[in-house]
């Protein structure tokens, strides 16, 4: 069956309301498919990610180290942050093969998550950007801001935090 059959049978997403999200936040398998591209370049590509549902966010992806293609050349950052729910981050370089382009901190993960989210230990997050970030063949847009990396996909509905006048929320 091709995946076009298999789109046309499957039923409209839900929507989802990210201030229906839960606080402390969700950690949960999702059966999406991710991709990232970067100058038509594969980097990700799996149906074995986790993902966060924390109150006013998009979801946020992480995606198992196997789902790093081979030849995609990542290094640790000295950049560190610290998330109150899942720990400290640690934030990651990577080379394009094709350009040789490098983008720095714009992928994270936890080497040592807290206890509620030690299955994402060995998986990566990505901002929704430079490269492209597709859930479902679906291309995502970034959550607003720059500070969070949540990805937008057309089933989210309402307001999401990281824009201007959300810092509080």
């Not at 998986?123 to 679906?138: H, I, K, L, R, T």
């Amino acid at each position: 069956m091709s995946s076009e059959d298999k789109k046309a049978e499957m039923p409209p997403k839900p929507k989802l309301n990210p201030f229906k999200f839960p606080r402390p936040p969700l950690l949960e398998r999702t059966p999406r498919h991710l991709q990232i591209k970067w100058d038509d370049v594969l980097i990700a590509d799996t149906e074995e990610a986790y993902w966060v549902l924390e109150t006013t966010h998009p979801p946020t992806y992480y995606l198992p180290l196997s789902a790093i293609q081979p030849d995609i050349s990542l290094k640790k950052s000295i950049h560190s942050s610290f998330c109150e729910w899942k720990g400290r981050a640690t934030y990651w370089n990577i080379t394009n093969p094709k350009t040789n382009a490098t983008v720095k901190n714009r992928i994270w993960s936890y080497e040592n998550p807290t206890k509620g989210f030690t299955p994402i230990k060995d998986y990566m997050s990505f901002y929704a950007g430079p490269w492209d970030c597709y859930v479902d063949d679906e291309l995502v847009n970034p959550q607003p801001g720059d500070f969070y990396g949540g990805w937008m996909t057309s089933d989210i509905e309402g307001p999401v935090k990281g824009g201007p006048g959300s810092w509080g929320w």
